[in-house]
């Protein structure tokens, strides 16, 4: 860039003497230097950034709806007997060697047909208790359940312009629903009240609170009967390759509920029979 006439020394080179310019740059040069020198000689002082205010982000999850308390089964009144004395209940085997214990009350239940493969599962406390904590969210925590899909896929019909899930659909489940309703809900109770102490164990393993557990099993059982009972077509749309409920209700359910809504009104009326059934002897104080 060309420099304008104030930006330039002036050169006085062709006079005679030392010009007085020239002495006063040297003398800045030498002042200058001074001070970078006596600069150099200190140290540095560090500077420390401003803190940041940063926010935490914290994602509470939803609130899971007021479920109520299972009371403790009343300890069995024994009566003196001279002739024989009463054996106490055997005590229970620790978590891990639970199994074949678990196993026994799943058969004594009529745990068989399409449910026969849970009884092969390891771990059958802690996966149940999984289990359990899922469903009273409203997720089937597929992963755990080593049960066959249907054979048949699930299949839509449209009428006019108007997609619908298939009726004919619905028999898909009926093997599950019939091992379901034949489960002797009064062992499965029973089972409970033995096996308590060991869920909770579980419970707690989860990171949850033990005493918490009786709750989630009710809320699990709650969403269940809380699932509604369609008679009419139900209306789909579909997205890519997967199917939504066309009606902004029913694609607000839980995946559990909607997972119901598959087995068709008749099914559900059948599992709700046997979850109302389970509930109130859970609950009863008998």
Do not use: C
């Amino acid at each position: 860039m060309k420099a304008v006439r104030e930006d330039r020394l002036d050169d006085d080179s062709g006079r005679g003497g030392f010009p007085t310019r020239q002495v006063l740059l040297v003398l800045a040069i030498i002042v200058a230097g001074f001070m970078l020198w006596r600069s150099m000689g200190d140290k540095p002082v560090a500077v420390a950034p401003e803190p940041v205010a940063v926010e935490e982000m914290i994602v509470e999850p939803p609130p899971l709806p007021p479920a109520a308390d299972i009371p403790a089964r009343p300890e069995p009144v024994v009566e003196e007997m001279a002739e024989a004395a009463v054996e106490p209940p055997p005590p229970l085997p620790p978590l891990a060697e639970s199994d074949d214990m678990v196993r026994a009350r799943m058969s004594a239940a009529g745990v068989a047909g399409e449910l026969a493969p849970l009884e092969q599962q390891q771990n059958l406390v802690q996966q149940g208790t999984a289990l359990i904590d899922g469903l009273s969210r409203g997720v089937v925590l597929r992963k755990l359940l080593p049960l066959d899909p249907p054979k048949d896929a699930f299949t839509a019909v449209e009428e006019g312009d108007q997609m619908y899930m298939n009726p004919a659909g619905y028999k898909r489940y009926d093997g599950y629903v019939e091992t379901i309703g034949s489960l002797d809900t009064a062992t499965l109770v029973d089972s409970f009240h033995t096996l308590r102490p060991l869920y909770e164990e579980a419970y707690g393993q989860l990171g949850l609170n033990p005493e918490d557990f009786d709750n989630a099993l009710i809320r699990a059982l709650d969403r269940v009967l809380a699932t509604p009972e369609i008679e009419e077509p139900i209306a789909l749309t579909r997205k890519s390759v997967m199917y939504k409920y066309a009606d902004p209700q029913l694609e607000q359910l839980t995946p559990m509920q909607k997972q119901l809504l598959r087995m068709g009104p008749d099914n559900i009326r059948r599992i709700k029979e046997q979850a109302r059934a389970l509930r109130e002897g859970l609950l009863s104080q008998q």
